[in-house]
């Protein structure tokens, strides 16, 4: 177990790992996960600082589950440390543990964890396909990496009057976004309660690590938004418009006057001004059905492509039962709540 002074700096020992640090691996988000139940634990595995989400599972156990990682750069470091970290886990009544490395997808790698005895299962919080933008340099520099298209968008809702504030994550704005995401979710996708928003937005400001933002078009609210950041990693965690009016052509939400764009480069620029050098979009289709209009997030993933074509294909969430018998179990629960919901949606990312 980590010791309380490591325990404080957690967040510089997460951006001290080989990868240089994820935000699912954050403080704020292991104390913020206490909202659905989990029990953050600290680990140093072999100088590796790890970060452990605990659910208790009734008549089962309990269930580690390393969001975002460990914090290495190739599928042998995955191993060797939740080999280092199994037989700990499995003395304090864990019967399975659950990851989610940032490595690129490939036949090999996926191979390779199957042949250690992990087993293929649904991802918790990452997504498995996003799209990480190189936002280091200066602006000019940065915007060049856009397509045409993005460029264009963003300098329309400039010269259109768009304008996209940071705003402080008051009760009031809060629930300001979060009407706005719950408009935009409506038959479409899940989302959590306005008391989990309020608590995550607000956590995350407190400790510098995350902003809020409002975009307005002639006086009236458009969109809203909220982005995070550790290290030199940003991430877009939310974001949600009004929908279009029926009686309105014009007002179309994040297509009206460029406003998506808009708030993604101010999300950008707030990102830079933190020192970040990435800025990962926060999900998308997978490579290969990025131009299937069947897809449910093609509307989405066309956007983000925008901003660049290259779609990063992740390895997914893998679980490793260290007791057969009560995984078997626990995926037996987790078939019976499947079938219970006809579409579960878990990702919270909506442009």
Not at 104 to 130: C, H, P, Y
Not at 243 to 265: F, I, P, T, Y
Not at 290 to 312: L, T
Request: glycine share 10%; net charge neutral.
């Amino acid at each position: 177990m980590a010791d309380p002074s490591e325990v404080e700096g957690w967040d510089d020992l997460i951006v001290a790992n080989p990868d240089g640090g994820d935000v699912w691996r954050s403080r704020d988000y292991a104390e913020q996960k206490r909202f659905n139940g989990y029990h953050p634990v600290h680990l140093m595995v072999d100088g590796l600082a790890v970060t452990v989400l605990e659910k208790r599972v009734v008549a089962l156990g309990k269930l580690w589950y390393l969001p975002g990682g460990p914090g290495v750069v190739g599928v042998d470091g995955v191993i060797s440390v939740v080999d280092l970290l199994a037989e700990f886990a499995r003395a304090h009544g864990v019967f399975a543990v659950k990851i989610e490395p940032k490595i690129r997808f490939g036949d090999v790698e996926r191979g390779q964890l199957l042949a250690r005895g992990f087993r293929q299962a649904r991802s918790i919080a990452a997504n498995s396909s996003t799209i990480v933008l190189d936002i280091s340099g200066e602006p000019t520099e940065v915007m060049s990496r856009f397509s045409t298209r993005a460029r264009r968008w963003i300098r329309r809702a400039e010269r259109d009057g768009v304008r996209v504030d940071r705003v402080p994550a008051t009760p009031a704005n809060c629930r300001l976004v979060f009407d706005l995401l719950s408009d935009t979710a409506k038959g479409r996708f899940g989302i959590r309660s306005y008391e989990y928003y309020e608590e995550f937005w607000g956590r995350y400001e407190s400790s510098g690590n995350g902003q809020l933002f409002v975009a307005r078009f002639e006086g009236e609210v458009m969109a809203g938004g909220f982005a995070m950041k550790l290290g030199r990693n940003a991430y877009y965690m939310n974001g949600a418009s009004v929908r279009k009016r029926e009686d309105s052509s014009a007002q179309s939400g994040l297509g009206a006057h460029g406003v998506g764009h808009a708030v993604q480069w101010a999300m950008i620029e707030w990102a830079r001004e933190s020192g970040c050098v990435r800025y990962d979009m926060g999900g998308t289709p997978p490579a290969a059905f990025a131009d299937d209009k069947a897809h449910p997030f093609h509307g989405i993933g066309q956007f983000k492509q925008s901003f660049s074509y290259d779609i990063v294909d992740y390895l997914g969430a893998y679980d490793l039962p260290l007791s057969r018998a009560r995984y078997a179990l626990w995926q037996k629960v987790l078939e019976r709540e499947a079938r219970r919901f006809t579409m579960i949606v878990r990702k919270d990312y909506y442009w």
